[in-house]
T-cell receptor, first 112, second 114 residues
Framework: TQLLEQSPQFLSIQEGENLTVYCNSS?????LQWYRQEPGEGPVLLVT?????EVKKLKRLTFQFGDARKDSSLHITAAQPGDTGLYLC????????????FGTGTRLQVFP | ETGVTQTPRHLVMGMTNKKSLKCEQH?????MYWYKQSAKKPLELMFV???????ENNSVPSRFSPECPNSSHLFLHLHTLQPEDSALYLC?????????????FGPGTRLTVL
C-alpha cells in the first residue's frame, strides 16, 4: 500500500517566520502535487512537480521533488496570515492511473 | 462559471432521508472523482469515473450510489446514511491520459447526518 506521510502535522508560527513541510514515502511517484485547503472549501492546487530533483517557485513558496521521486518539500519564506490552511501533498502513478495518493496533511496557522 | 462546482454546499439530513449531491465540471475533463474527507483522516477516494464509466469503487457501502450521466456531471445519491457518514464530500476532475494526473477539486458539500 502506498502511503504519504507529512510532517509536521500541525504548525503554529508568527508572521514573518520561515517554515518547511515534508512529504515522504517509500514508494516512487511519477508526479507530486501540493494543495492548500481552507476550512469548508475544497483543496486548491498550488503546484505539480514531475521530474526528480525539480524545484518550482511560486512567490514565497518553494517546492522540491526528491531526486528519487519518493519525497517532496514545501518551504514558505516570511509566512503571512493568508498562508494559513491545510497543506496536502498527493502522489500520482503513471498518467493512466486513476487515482492520487493523498498525504496526511499539515495544518498551518500563521498569527499576525 | 468555470472550474468544478458542487451543490448543495451544506446538507443536513436524517438517517431515513434520501438526498443527492451534484458535481459539475466546466474544464472539459473526462474523469471525475468522489472523495470523503473526515476530521483527522486523509482524503478517502470513494468512486472514479473515466469516460462516464465507473473504474473504481473503493469498498464504499451501498448506501452511497454514484451516477455519471455525462462527462460534465457527477452525482452521489445518499440513502439511509449513518451519523459517521457526516463529512465533507469533495468532487474532483481531471483529463485522463495527460502527462500529469493533477486533479481539480470543487468546494465540497458539508454533510451532517442526524
Amino acid at each position: 500500500t502506498q502511503l504519504l506521510e507529512q510532517s509536521p502535522q500541525f504548525l503554529s508560527i508568527q508572521e514573518g517566520e520561515n517554515l518547511t513541510v515534508y512529504c515522504n514515502s517509500s514508494s516512487v511517484f511519477s508526479s507530486l502535487q501540493w494543495y492548500r485547503q481552507e476550512p469548508g472549501e475544497g483543496p486548491v492546487l498550488l503546484v505539480t512537480v514531475v521530474t526528480g530533483g525539480e524545484v518550482k517557485k511560486l512567490k514565497r513558496l518553494t517546492f522540491q521533488f526528491g531526486d528519487a521521486r519518493k519525497d517532496s518539500s514545501l518551504h514558505i519564506t516570511a509566512a503571512q496570515p493568508g498562508d494559513t490552511g491545510l497543506y496536502l501533498c498527493a502522489g500520482g502513478g503513471s498518467y493512466n492511473t486513476d487515482k492520487l495518493i493523498f498525504g496526511t496533511g499539515t495544518r498551518l496557522q500563521v498569527f499576525p | 462559471e468555470t472550474g468544478v462546482t458542487q451543490t448543495p454546499r451544506h446538507l443536513v439530513m436524517g438517517m431515513t432521508n434520501k438526498k443527492s449531491l451534484k458535481c459539475e465540471q466546466h474544464l472539459g475533463h473526462n474523469a471525475m472523482y468522489w472523495y470523503k474527507q473526515s476530521a483527522k483522516k486523509p482524503l478517502e477516494l470513494m468512486f472514479v469515473y473515466s469516460l462516464e464509466e465507473r473504474v473504481e469503487n473503493n469498498s464504499v457501502p451501498s448506501r452511497f450510489s454514484p451516477e455519471c450521466p455525462n462527462s460534465s456531471h457527477l452525482f452521489l445519491h445518499l440513502h439511509t446514511l449513518q451519523p459517521e457518514d457526516s463529512a465533507l464530500y469533495l468532487c474532483a476532475s481531471r483529463s485522463w491520459g495527460t502527462a500529469t494526473d493533477t486533479q481539480y477539486f470543487g468546494p465540497g458539500t458539508r454533510l451532517t447526518v442526524l
